[in-house]
């Protein structure tokens, strides 16, 4: 099986229609309609089912879809890796990130090191634990940025300067709102809103075995889609501090837990990371970073 057969594959999946993927990929029709053939054979299974207009994926199909698409991408990553071997002044670092206010610190650290590598190209990608820990395992990614401590077995890890404070967001003209914290009791009987890894790890830490008195209307991945439902009254949503615009014009509050819940994000990459020299040259510039970032906020603690 080769790649370039897997990219043949891809384009029609994509264009559900034989000439013009044909056309996309500039090849002749029955050049492409052969590589396919080949492929079915090879697998044993037909990928697609024909139609009068049109071509889609059967189940095998849209298996092989998933596993083609993360190895195109394995085959360009390590294209671009040895292509930016000599090119210490530039390269593509890839990235997953968890959903955090705290990554304006990331962010921060990208923009100095692109001042002294104007070459470097970023890639970026958001997820919850599970979708950017599965990208990083499968070498698509560099780092990963996650919501909870790393399985220190598995990846180094880099704690950000700061931690996230969990809340409540509520509208603005709601009776919880008059207050400046929220108890357990307060949640009692509210229809509640929350991503599934807090739901699971986060809650818990703060409630323990109470969780069972509280009402998870439905979780979401993104807290920007749950705020939607709480504009529209169909409940109240358990995020991160500063995620979700508060502001006056937006008619929504965010009161934060009590007693306080936070959530320390971390930076992560695997124990032997197979890492090009710009990628290498990043690390060094955050982690000085953080570590200094860490020492001078303790300082402003004490």
Known sequence: MEIRTLR?????????????????LHVTQP????????????????LFTRHSFSISLTDEGILLRKRA?????????ITDEFAALDDIAGGDIYFGL????????????INTFQQSYPGLRYHITSGDTE????KLDKGLLDFAVLAEEPDSAKYNSLCFPEADIWGLIMPCDCSLAGKETICFDDLAG?????????????IPRWCGERISELHLEGSFRLS????????EGLGFLLTFDKLIDTSRESGLVFRPLAPRLEAEIYLIWKKHPAFTPIAE??????????????KRLLKILD
């Open 224 to 231: 920007y889609n749950a705020s939607l439902f709480v504009k």
């Open 190 to 202: 509210l229809p509640l809103f929350c991503s599934g890894q807090g739901w699971r790890k986060d």
């Open 131 to 134: 979708q950017v820990t599965e």
């Open 8 to 24: 043949y594959f891809l384009a029609i999946a994509r264009e559900e229609n034989m000439t013009r993927a044909a056309q996309y």
């Open 69 to 77: 698409e993360d190895l195109v991408k394995m085959a360009d990553k």
């Open 31 to 46: 050049t492409l309609s052969k590589q396919i053939q080949a492929l079915e054979e090879e697998l044993g299974k037909k």
């Open 281 to 294: 040259k990043f690390l060094e510039q955050i982690r000085d970073s953080f570590i200094d970032k860490s």
């Open 98 to 109: 968890a959903e955090s206010c705290q990554i304006r610190y990331l962010a921060r650290e």
